[in-house]
């Protein structure tokens, strides 16, 4: 694997500071164990592409809710803190891949990602995540549709191998078995395709942030064009916590990107991210 700096997906990169990631791959495809070499990864980046076509029927509006909005350039979600001395050992996800498409005014390439992870908001120095991102070609305007991880300040990895359409389940969860350690598992519920990534050795990780959040990427070290997105909604939103109830949407500061997009909660488990 080379390590490159490619499209990195936080606001919070500090590039100075790259580890050597130690990780291991496993995964099945519907139900059956798929060998290691089958499972693939490349270094995050735009590039041509196939078409995808949009067409997610957004889920109907639900009422809102009253946790306390904010705004970020590029993170659009729900974001909740849980102390240090309550540390988050696990975070989970479900969402649907959001159809994307071109926002007028806006640079090439374009991009949104949706993706649930542990720290990088109060926590800046590191951010484990894993998602999907729609990308918009500078060339073709075709969109493509992948799955990722990424454990910042390390640069983000496209699970190559993993299928991905609009409209399907994803489901994501990252177990921390310490500041530095972890287990991804990536599935595609619909596809029946998972992929799980055991990394020995992150950057060090407070455990104190829970995000569930779409991202207007960054392109180098600027902004990409922030692709329009269907309405997507995280459900079964909760960190586990070491003691106590699990972390989940109340409470939640809601991060909105100014006129570009919101975000809002439902009930303590499902919180939905609007494009405008
Ligand atoms: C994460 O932890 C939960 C609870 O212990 C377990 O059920 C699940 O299989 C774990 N997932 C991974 C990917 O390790
Ligand atoms: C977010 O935008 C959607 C779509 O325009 C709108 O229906 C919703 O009321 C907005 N929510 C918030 C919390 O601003």
New binding site residues.
């Given amino acids: 694997m080379r390590w490159i700096q490619a499209l990195l997906l936080s606001s919070v990169l500090l590039l100075e500071s790259v580890t050597a990631l130690k990780y291991e791959v496993s995964g099945t495809r519907k139900g059956v164990p798929i060998p290691k070499e089958q499972i693939k990864f490349a270094p995050y980046q735009f590039g041509r592409s196939k078409n995808n076509s949009p067409g997610l029927v957004p889920p109907a509006t639900r009422k809102k809710r009253a946790n306390p909005i904010s705004s970020s350039a590029n993170w659009c979600g729900a974001v909740n803190h849980t102390p240090t001395t309550n540390k988050i050992k696990?975070i989970h996800s479900f969402w649907q891949v959001p159809g994307c498409t071109k926002r007028t005014g806006h640079t090439y390439p374009q991009a949104a990602a949706v993706w649930t992870g542990i720290d990088g908001n109060s926590w800046p120095s590191a951010l484990l995540q894993s998602g999907t991102v729609c990308k918009i070609d500078t060339a073709t305007s075709a969109t493509r549709h992948e799955a990722w991880w990424q454990w910042v300040p390390d640069t983000a990895f496209t699970i190559t191998t993993m299928p991905l359409a609009v409209g399907d389940w994803i489901e994501v969860?990252i177990?921390t078995t310490s500041d530095t350690a972890a287990?991804?598992?990536f599935d595609n519920v619909d596809q029946d395709e998972q992929v799980?990534i055991t990394v020995t050795s992150g950057p060090t990780l407070a455990r104190k942030d829970a995000d569930w959040v779409v991202e207007r990427p960054y392109y180098g070290s600027s902004l990409a064009g922030f692709a329009k997105f269907d309405t997507t909604w995280f459900e079964d939103a909760y960190a586990?916590r070491t003691t106590g109830a699990n972390l989940g949407i109340l409470g939640a500061t809601q991060y909105q990107i100014p006129s570009l997009c919101n975000s809002t909660e439902y009930d303590n488990l499902n919180a939905v991210s609007w494009s405008l």
């Fill in positions: 696990s969860t177990n287990t991804i598992k799980i586990v």
